[in-house]
């Protein structure tokens, strides 16, 4: 059983489904009879993936499995492995702003990544306050904001503050 499917912005031909048992496939409309590759990385559900707005070839997939996961997609070897803590991870999203800077939301907490700074552990570590749970993350396109929704339906608004995020677009 397939969750979501995710079609490449440069071309909405291939698109990647992930499905419960923690693979990704990407797929074309083009041969709707089998799979074009087969990424297997993820030991859980795949949640959501994440296409870098930068780069056509670069995705992120986050899952159950309490893992973040950097691929290419001509490659279904991952590039790396993300996992700061033991939750599930539910959304991810990468910036609009950088190529290197990403945001990921599991039960507990929300995290910024910049992989031009680290690739070991978050920039930024937020938690959630006693009872709330976060379930979705949302960079905002013209301000240095991230928007967190939680289980109780709530939107809150964060100022990035202090983050000089890489002046690059380039992965």
């Not at 074009?36 to 994440?50: D, M, N, S």
């Not at 507990?108 to 680290?118: A, C």
């Not at 009872?131 to 993350?137: L, N, P, Q, R, W």
Request: net charge negative; with cysteine.
């Amino acid at each position: 059983m397939f969750y979501n499917i995710w079609i490449l912005f440069q071309n909405t031909n291939i698109y990647l489904a992930g499905t419960e048992e923690g693979h990704i496939h990407k797929c074309s409309c083009s041969y709707n009879e089998q799979f074009l590759e087969t990424y297997r990385a993820h030991k859980g559900p795949v949640y959501k993936i994440a296409w870098n707005p930068f780069s056509a070839d670069m995705f992120l997939s986050c899952s159950a499995d309490w893992s973040i996961i950097l691929w290419r997609q001509d490659s279904v070897r991952p590039i790396l492995t993300f996992s700061s803590t033991t939750n599930v991870v539910h959304d991810i999203m990468w910036s609009p702003k950088s190529a290197f800077v990403f945001a990921a939301v599991n039960e507990g907490r929300v995290e910024i990544w910049d992989l031009s700074v680290s690739t070991l552990d978050p920039l930024i570590v937020t938690f959630a306050n006693p009872g709330v749970k976060f379930t979705t993350v949302l960079f905002a396109r013209n301000t240095d904001c991230i928007l967190i929704g939680d289980n109780n339906g709530i939107v809150s608004v964060y100022e990035l503050r202090n983050m000089t995020a890489s002046d690059s677009n380039k992965v």
